[in-house]
């Protein structure tokens, strides 16, 4: 059995804010909208991230994502108003963390040594 796709939840209390936080970290709009409490964007062919109106659950999230230019993706970040800065992790790459209002934590990163 081999994973095909993945879909990561990345639950926020208050919908409207965070699917307006996601929008502008993606740099558009979702590609689905399911219904009203969920927003999702298609990141690569079989990668999907969503963010979902989850009070419950909201803030608790790490979610990575490999990027193959981080310093050209931070560079866009900062374009669309995040602040983000990248740092070297010894013997992994480059990785930069954003964290969202409500307390979820994106990771980009770039592999490499």
């Known amino acids: 059995?081999?994973?095909t796709y993945v879909f990561a939840a990345v639950p926020?209390?208050?919908y409207a804010a965070g699917r307006a936080w996601y929008e502008r970290l993606i740099g558009r709009p979702?590609?689905?909208?399911?219904?009203d409490i969920e927003s999702a964007w298609q990141l690569?062919?079989?990668a999907w991230i969503y963010?979902?109106?989850d009070a419950r659950r909201a803030g608790k999230?790490?979610?990575?994502?490999?990027?193959d230019d981080l310093e050209g993706y931070v560079a866009d970040l900062a374009r669309r108003g995040h602040t983000v800065a990248?740092?070297?992790?010894?013997?992994v790459g480059l990785e930069a963390l954003v964290t969202d209002p409500e307390g979820n934590t994106i990771k980009f990163a770039q592999p490499g040594g």
Do not use: H, K, R, S
């Not at 999230?61 to 990027?67: A, D, G, P, R």
């Open 44 to 46: 690569t062919d079989t």
């Open 12 to 14: 926020v209390a208050d």
């Open 86 to 91: 990248v740092e070297p992790v010894p013997g």
């Open 51 to 53: 963010v979902i109106g």
């Open 61 to 67: 999230t790490l979610l990575t994502v490999l990027v």
């Open 1 to 3: 059995m081999a994973v």
């Open 30 to 35: 979702p590609d689905l909208i399911p219904n």
